[in-house]
């Protein structure tokens, strides 16, 4: 991956409806247009990891993979969505241009070397329950495969039941392995199952805790979007609003220039 970019990697949790889809990819689309940032459009097709089987999990593979691939050609953006299974990768490769590693799953040896041997990009997830220096291992299973396209994601750790916390400490000791640190603004805040079965959160401190990434020097910022949060079929409760998004990057420009200046 280039050095000094910013991303910016957002869309819906997951996919609700091809018409929603495309909407929220276009609006950000727009709203990324005038600012120096490397826009990546994700939602997933699938969310293999819902605490309740009663939760929606998505169109699946068969259905949601036309529908990624149909913004990416219509809008001209490159596209993420995360594999549970190393079978999902070989229908996936051709469409996505980020493949992403799920935390849970961030030490599944043979779904990393598959991901990575398709030499696109891999976002790998620091898992909750993994210390960042670790995450040197999770490395080099991806780069025994040649691939050096790598990201790193941290999205919190676990603290008790139900909550997570962010160790900024971890965006600096996870750039000293030499690939861009992105902080999962959204995934952050969850409250895992803390709502009888749904995760909850705390939307609130999204805007916030962003601004203090970009002050530690992240890469990028992962966030989950939507027009109408509170009705999201996944995440509803971090999902951060559509109409927010550009004022909050513009303000994330203006923390990463200033720390550029020192």
């Known amino acids: ?138 490395i080099e299973k991806a780069e025994s495969t040649g691939n050096k396209n790598i990201l790193l994601t941290e999205r919190g750790a676990c603290f008790g039941y139900n909550n997570l916390v962010v160790d900024f400490r971890s965006f600096l000791i996870m750039k000293e392995f030499g690939y861009p640190v992105i902080y999962d603004a959204t995934h952050s805040l969850q409250k895992p199952s803390a709502l009888k079965g749904v995760s909850g959160g705390d939307r609130a401190f999204i805007a916030p805790l962003s601004r203090a990434a970009c002050a530690c020097g992240v890469d990028g910022i992962f966030m989950e979007v939507h027009p109408d949060p509170k009705r999201a079929a996944s995440d509803a409760s971090t999902s951060y609003p559509l109409d927010k998004v550009k004022p909050l990057l513009k303000e994330l420009m203006r923390i990463r220039g200033a720390i550029a200046r020192g």
């Open 1 to 138: 991956m280039e050095k000094n970019k910013f991303y910016f990697i957002a869309g819906p949790c997951i996919i609700e409806d091809k018409r929603l889809t495309l909407d929220i990819a276009a609006y950000l689309k727009e709203a990324v247009a005038n600012l120096p940032v490397t826009f990546i459009f994700k939602a997933s097709f699938d969310k293999a990891n819902r605490t309740s089987l009663r939760s929606f999990r998505g169109p699946g593979l068969k259905k949601g993979i036309p529908i990624l691939e149909e913004v990416k050609k219509k809008l001209n953006i490159p596209v993420l969505s995360d594999v549970h299974c190393s079978h999902q990768i070989k229908e996936l490769k051709d469409v996505l241009d980020v493949i992403q590693i799920p935390a849970f799953l961030c030490r599944q040896t043979d779904l990393i070397i598959e991901a990575a041997k398709t030499k696109k990009t891999v976002n790998i997830k620091k898992g909750q329950f993994l210390s960042p220096a670790d995450m040197q291992y999770v």
